[in-house]
């Protein structure tokens, strides 16, 4: 009788302190549903801005103005090369299809300049060619075109054909160029003007002077 009566007590106070059988149970929560995205979260805008015009020229995707067939030099690039040549300075800059000045290098900066003997030698050009190179890299650029006028061509060529014999010129500076002392064959070896020493100087410095070919679809 004693040990009913005391299970009689548990009960009661199990009952009153709200621990019943469901108090021995585990509880369980409901599921909580995701939240839906806004319908406006789905909307495409119409117009679409690119933050990043760089990617599309690197992909080879970039548009390229074409013009006209009688246009020359070709407006068909993404970057130009453009060297201006005065009486006492040397100036490289990269143009934009835009027209837009990206990178710039002259002989007018004091920077390059104060480590020149001579602002319009070859050695100028080719100092400028690796700052220019040097600079196109840190603004992300690694290619571009070079298109020279007949006459930027013509003189930087004097003596190109010269340099293409250049072992036969060796040859005749055993004793012709000895004896002539003629300033104009001294050009013989040559073998690179100031143009060409300023392609090859960014040519080295890591950039390629030829844009890839577009991806038409």
Known sequence: MALRSRCWELL???????????AFSTSSKPEVKPAVDPPENEAVAPEFTNRNPRNLELLALARKERGWGTVWPSREFWHRLRVTRTQHHIEAVVEHRNGQVVVSASTREWAIKKHLYSTKDVMACESIGRVLAGRCLEAGISFMVHQPTPWEAASDSVFLFPCTLKGFALILDIGYLH??????????????????????????GGVVLQEPRRIYE
């Open 179 to 204: 004896h002539n002392n003629s300033s104009i064959y001294q050009g013989l070896f040559m073998c690179q003007t100031e143009m060409q020493r300023l392609r090859n100087a960014m040519t080295e």
């Open 12 to 22: 009661s106070v199990c009952r009153n302190s709200g621990c019943g059988a469901a």
